[in-house]
């Protein structure tokens, strides 16, 4: 049944990725390892196993939060650090803030409570990675929710806890760090301030590189970039740069939805050959075919859907 859904538009699709995988080489390799769920998902649909194989050829970022084990942690920091190259830069997402998802409450809960077990999970990370080469992707939504209007964040802690994490991480010399926004903050002059505001104070407490924009979205890059430069204007300065998440923006999105959005296309591969300025990287940070939530009939959040993965790869 799988098989007729797909067709023969999913095997296009995937010579497509290969196809662009192929023609945006990255100046510097990011690796990562293949996601958990693309894993159960080859042994579940097998009819899909050529596909989500094209897709594993790029760095999907691996996922470290609180919503796993201590043990399934290591394990996938231990699988990081042995298959990935010393000369390549390891993609990690750093998701585990207390009252984390404070707004939409489909990925809240998980091990880390409070600011002390939020270090102890932290201190799992960098204890592991040491001094190796490694982009973070710092907290999804986190300075969105703490910059908005009545926004969630501040009551949560996520000021303080960001900067505790920004201390952490940036111990590494050799660690990048960008501190996840949401695109709607960078829409306009007043609230991109706000942004600004927040990431200088948070910058203080250690190395920050910039901001990762559209993280689980489906704005366009052109959208994105511009998106940076107001970031950029608002900070008086260039010297922060941008990484846009292209997991699932081929089609970009033509209203503010973003859960599970039915008209979502995969986007341009991971790479640091973005073309323009002020982006260093495409990034597939969210890993393509799992859910955001129980919305537009999808599973649990961080769940994989056979029908996510092939509307996704239909609809390039």
Do not use: H
């Amino acid at each position: 049944m799988l098989g007729n859904i797909l067709g023969s538009r999913l095997v296009t699709a995937a010579v497509s990725c290969a196809a662009l995988a192929l023609s945006s080489a990255s100046a510097e390799e990011l690796c990562s390892v293949v996601a958990y769920s693309f894993t159960v998902a080859k042994s579940t649909y097998p009819d899909l196993s050529t596909a989500l194989g094209t897709l594993e050829n790029n760095a999907i970022a691996s996922w470290f939060t609180d919503r796993s084990t201590t043990e399934e942690r290591a394990g996938l920091l231990s699988r990081m650090l042995s298959q990935c190259p010393e000369s390549s830069r390891l993609s990690i997402v750093v998701y585990g803030i207390p009252q984390k998802d404070c707004a939409g409450g489909f990925s809240t809960g998980g091990s880390v409570t409070d600011t002390n077990s939020y270090k102890t999970f932290l201190k799992q990370l960098t204890d592991t990675i040491g001094d190796r080469k490694v982009l973070y992707v710092v907290e999804p939504d986190a300075v969105g929710l703490l910059t908005q209007d009545n926004g969630c964040g501040a009551a949560a802690g996520y000021l303080e806890n960001l900067k505790v994490a920004v201390a952490a991480l940036s111990v590494n010399p050799n660690a990048e760090l960008y501190l996840d926004v949401g695109y709607w903050m960078l829409a306009y002059p007043n609230s991109a301030a706000k942004v600004a505001n927040a990431m200088t104070d948070i910058g203080n407490s250690g190395r920050v590189k910039g901001i990762t924009i559209n993280t689980s979205n489906y704005r366009s890059n052109d959208e994105c970039a511009g998106y940076c430069t107001n970031f950029q204007n608002a900070m008086g300065s260039t010297a922060m740069t941008c990484i846009v998440d292209t997991s699932r923006n081929y089609n970009g999105s033509p209203t503010n939805d973003w859960c599970n959005i039915p008209t979502a296309g995969i986007g341009k591969p991971p790479t640091s050959n973005t073309g323009y300025s002020n982006l260093d990287y495409f990034m597939w940070i969210k890993p393509p075919g799992e859910s955001d939530g129980n919305c537009w009939g999808g599973p649990a959040a961080g769940s994989w859907g056979c029908q996510r993965l092939a509307r996704l790869l239909a609809l390039l």
